[in-house]
């Protein structure tokens, strides 16, 4: 069984900082990209926010670029997003996703349980 733990979320004010954390766990040989979605209240739709591959390449979204950061460890099991410069419409549930993660029994997509960000004054 694979987990991805997220933490790091919070209430942070205009312009303000957070780092989110995501943590994979369990019994994995590897994992191939890894990607933060953000969801917000009453749409459906996640939207992708950044991800990065196994060996660095990263990705972001219009909406953050320039302003989020995303960086794997050298584990390459644990990312992080720092993020800056937030504003009121960053607001949403940040959850960690692995879409290839090659187990024992073969290689499966995995989803964390999703940590909150409120930006507000």
């Known amino acids: 069984q694979v987990q991805l733990a997220e933490s790091g979320g919070g209430l942070v004010q205009p312009g303000g900082s957070l780092r989110l954390y995501c943590v994979a766990e369990?019994?994995?040989?590897?994992?191939?990209?890894m990607v933060w979605y953000r969801q917000t209240p009453g749409n459906q739709r996640r939207e992708l926010v950044a991800?990065?591959?196994?060996?660095?390449?990263?990705n972001y979204s219009d909406s953050v670029k320039g302003r989020f950061t995303i960086s794997r460890d050298n584990s390459k099991t644990a990312i992080t997003l720092q993020m800056n410069s937030l504003n009121p419409e960053d607001t949403a549930v940040y959850s960690c996703?692995?879409?290839?993660?090659?187990?024992?029994?073969?290689?499966?997509?995995?989803w964390g349980q999703g940590t909150q960000v409120t930006v507000s004054s």
């Open positions: 369990g019994r994995i040989n590897s994992i191939k990209d």
């Open positions: 991800s990065i591959t196994r060996d660095g390449t990263t």
């Open positions: 996703n692995a879409p290839g993660v090659l187990t024992p029994t073969g290689i499966r997509a995995f």
